[in-house]
């Protein structure tokens, strides 16, 4: 498994924008379908976007035109720039690892801690 750690969320007003930093570990990581995932309080953890090393990207129909997925395998990081935001896109964002662009999360094998975005009104 490769050990995932997010960075960049916080407080933003609706209409604006945020980037999520998913920075990996090990040797292999061109090697992953690399995903964000959210969970909204009360809510099950959904699908936000994913990639792969072929940057062949799948997106939520949410979230299309308004995030975008992008990764760097020279430094094992993955990006979400999410621009547009929305009161309803609050919710704290995963990052995941896996070997199939898919939307299910337990497809995914290895999971961060979580970074917290929050979109005020």
């Known amino acids: 498994q490769v050990q995932l750690v997010e960075s960049g969320g916080g407080l933003v007003q609706a209409g604006g924008s945020l980037r999520l930093s998913c920075a990996a570990s090990?040797?292999?990581?061109?090697?992953?379908?690399m995903g964000w995932f959210r969970q909204a309080p009360g809510k099950e953890r959904e699908f936000v976007a994913a990639?792969?090393?072929?940057?062949?990207?799948y997106y939520a129909d949410s979230v299309k035109g308004r995030f975008t997925i992008s990764r760097d395998n020279t430094k094992n990081q993955v990006y979400l720039q999410m621009n547009g935001l929305k009161p309803e896109d609050t919710a704290v964002y995963y990052c995941a690892a896996g070997f199939l662009l898919v939307a299910t999360a337990r497809r995914y094998d290895s999971w961060g801690q979580g970074t917290q975005v929050t979109v005020s009104s």
């Open positions: 990639i792969r090393s072929s940057d062949s990207t």
């Open positions: 090990g040797r292999t990581f061109s090697r992953y379908v």
